[in-house]
């Protein structure tokens, strides 16, 4: 009853914090954590997680709302700054989290009136409610598992012995499920599922790139994910990593591997990805940056000619199938070549001695 009558106050203050850290604001970041001007000092990030463990205790159709500015808050207080990140872990926020994960959708209908389609309520509120909370749950955990410092490694190996991996796939096949659900077409939720699918994917191999989960490697992840085979296939054909020159103020530079969905019709060529692999000058850093940039006018020049390509009606169907196309003109070159080879004779007045 409590926290039903402070909701209000509670979701005002979480939403007035998470304005004040908005666009990674260092500054006010550090001081919610600690207020060196104060005669004492209040942990706010600290207090919004032990908060998520209240509401979380006992999830419920009343509380599940409320979850998602908590969770926002913790997010917005805790990306790009390690600090805070360690003291939300330090707070075992991996224990809510996995609270979160681990709710099923059937769990919220057992008091509804409609009975749906696979346990699915077209008219039912939660369900929008579900995906909010599920969503900023593996979009925190994402963060946390962003490499910002060289003690992030340290606390991945902690969130690998903690979350609960098979929630995570389970997530994953949630939100490609839901993509094409009714409901959240006409909520103009389909976008945010999408998010959640891929962040759920990210979560997984970035802990493997740390070697902090039990999965080993790709092979070993689609054994596990066989029920949501699907969804994963999904993710690793539209997923891909690159790594970033980070440095953290006070410690040393690192280069980061960020994974990241992306659109096929964006890509480059692969005689042009072959170009850049091999003429990129890789002496140091600055080097690297330099040739990347130097090259940076041609990629987009190809991007856009690829583009306009594929905008000419007549030349769709050619340039749909290009395994097939690269055959084909494999075999007429070949046909070429022999009749070439068959046919034509020199004529004897262009012989000579040479």
Request: aromatic share 6%; hydrophobic share 40%.
């Amino acid at each position: 009853q409590i926290m039903a009558g402070d909701t209000n106050w509670t979701s005002l203050v979480l939403e007035v914090i998470g304005l004040m850290c908005d666009g990674q604001h260092r500054t006010l970041q550090n001081y919610l954590r600690d207020q060196p001007d104060n005669l004492k000092t209040f942990n706010v990030v600290a207090e919004v997680a032990n908060f998520l463990h209240t509401y979380t205790n006992e999830l419920s159709h009343e509380t599940l709302e409320h979850v998602t500015p908590i969770l926002q808050a913790l997010i917005e207080m805790s990306v790009g700054n390690f600090k805070n990140q360690q003291v939300i872990f330090d707070k075992l926020v991996i224990d809510p989290i996995n609270r979160i994960l681990q709710l099923q959708l059937g769990n919220l209908h057992e008091n509804c009136n409609f009975d749906g389609p696979e346990g699915k309520c077209p008219e039912c509120k939660y369900l929008l409610n579900m995906i909010e909370v599920k969503g900023s749950a593996v979009e925190l955990v994402g963060i946390m598992l962003e490499e910002t410092n060289p003690e992030t490694p340290n606390v991945a190996l902690g969130i690998g012995s903690s979350l609960d991996e098979d929630s995570v796939i389970e997530t994953m096949g949630f939100f490609h499920e839901l993509q094409s659900h009714p409901l959240v077409k006409d909520e103009q939720m389909d976008d945010d599922c999408e998010r959640g699918m891929y962040r759920a994917y990210q979560i997984l191999v970035a802990l493997m790139d740390y070697e902090a989960s039990s999965i080993k490697d790709m092979k070993s992840l689609k054994k596990r994910a066989q029920k949501n085979k699907e969804a994963l296939n999904d993710c690793v054909q539209h997923t891909r990593s690159i790594e970033i020159h980070f440095q953290e103020e006070g410690c040393k530079p690192l280069l980061s591997k960020v994974h990241f969905p992306f659109d096929d019709s964006n890509t480059l060529r692969e005689e042009i990805t072959e170009q850049v692999r091999w003429n990129v000058n890789r002496d140091s850093m600055e080097d690297k940056q330099r040739s990347l940039l130097d090259l940076m006018p041609a990629l987009k020049n190809d991007i856009k000619h690829q583009a306009r390509l594929r905008d000419t009606l007549i030349l769709r169907p050619i340039l749909a199938y290009h395994t097939f196309r690269t055959r084909l003109l494999m075999f007429i070159t070949l046909l070429l070549n022999l009749f070439v080879l068959f046919t034509f004779e020199v004529p004897d007045s262009a012989q000579d001695n040479n």
